[in-house]
């Protein structure tokens, strides 16, 4: 009887230990992605792309128009700072992010001028995932044509549950690739952090992405 209960007890204890071992590999392997994504949104948000349309932008205002192009140095800074602000933070104030979009937006407005149009109207003091604006608002820009007769139209809102930014559809003549690395890094990170999922809508003229708000603390 003693016999039998002591090699129950060493079956029980193995089992535990395997199972502990398996969760803390489940729990290594999160940690590992969600890191992972955090590392993709960094490289993402500093693009050579973005830079180097931004220095061409900025080596033709130096000479037209040295006071657009102090202030273009300033919003860029602005931009770059934030990124670095919040490359290891889970979430952050909507009020945060939104001053960083305006701020990328006043520089994609200086290059396609009055042809993007932003219609921003928050009222929420919840947080969402850093960079999420910056990356819709770059996926609007990168697969729509924007011209003086296809305006891109942006607009960003809330209500008590989602941040809601949409945009007007004008796909391109020749569609740049997407392997939506972007919007695979939003939902994961929220998936992490909520279990309200991000919702996605496409119509024949419209896009749209719901981010769900979080409470929680930066």
């Known amino acids: 009887m003693v016999i039998g209960i002591i090699i129950y007890l060493i079956i029980l204890s193995a089992n535990f230990s395997k199972r502990l071992n398996e969760f803390h590999i489940q729990a290594t392997k999160a940690q590992e992605d969600i890191n992972k994504y955090k590392l993709l949104t960094l490289r993402n948000q500093v693009n050579p792309h973005f830079l180097f349309n931004s220095l061409n932008v900025l080596s033709s205002l ?3 128009d040295t006071e657009k192009a102090d202030d273009f140095i300033a919003k860029l800074a602005n931009i770059y700072r934030y990124v670095l602000d919040v490359q290891d933070t889970e979430a952050i104030e909507i009020e945060r992010e939104v001053n960083f979009i305006n701020d990328y937006i006043d520089l994609q407005s200086i290059r396609f001028g009055d042809n993007i149009i932003a219609d921003i109207n928050i009222n929420s003091n919840k947080m969402i995932i850093p960079m999420a604006l910056q990356i819709l ?7 729509n044509a924007i011209s003086d007769d296809n305006k891109l139209v ?63 603390k930066a």
């Open 62 to 64: 130096i000479y037209s």
């Open 137 to 143: 608002v770059e996926n609007a820009i990168k697969h």
């Open 154 to 216: 942006i607009c960003i809102i809330n209500n008590d549950k989602y941040l809601i930014i949409s945009n007007n559809l004008n796909p391109k003549n020749v569609e740049e690739i997407s392997h939506e690395i972007g919007l695979s890094n939003i939902k994961a990170r929220y998936k992490y952090l909520s279990d309200v999922n991000v919702e996605i809508t496409k119509s024949a003229s419209s896009f749209e992405v719901k981010l769900p708000l979080l409470n929680l």
